[in-house]
């Protein structure tokens, strides 16, 4: 959303912290502050403007893609859309998964799908956390390693 809006990469750090604070501040709350960050207007109309559709879309894969055209990789949301259908057949309805376009995972070392975990019983806040980071593990061992992992909020389940 960043890309397509205008912003340049060495912006989008900013941006998306500032959109991580969207269950605190708002949406009228995260414009405040990228106005406030002295970017482009236009840049930071177009960003809120996808984000508005975004969020209301009854599909937001398919509003995305058209909204997005080549500032997205090829197939990056046809996965993410193979991921929430999988879950949702594999669960059998159990839980819910939402495909969450203010969701920000603050750790450089992800690579890939992030993902939280939430729990009706726990308003605010998530229970557990985590995504793709293949990086990581070959900065250790000296060989590319897929993997996915997450934590758990002990404190937050205590």
Known sequence: MARASGFSEDQFSTVFIILDKYDKIGEAGIEKELLAEGYDESAVAKYMEIFRGAMAAE????????????AIEEGVLANLREIVESVALISDGRFDLDFDV?????????????FEIKSTDF???????????DNMIGNFT??????????IGFERMV
């Open 59 to 70: 599909d937001r894969f398919a509003f995305l893609e058209s909204a997005l055209g080549d």
């Open 102 to 114: 203010t969701l920000v995972r603050g750790m450089g070392y992800y690579t890939g799908t992030i």
């Open 123 to 133: 308003k605010g806040s998530s229970i557990a956390g985590g995504g793709r980071y």
């Open 142 to 151: 000296g060989q590319k390693t897929p993997a996915c992992g997450f934590s």
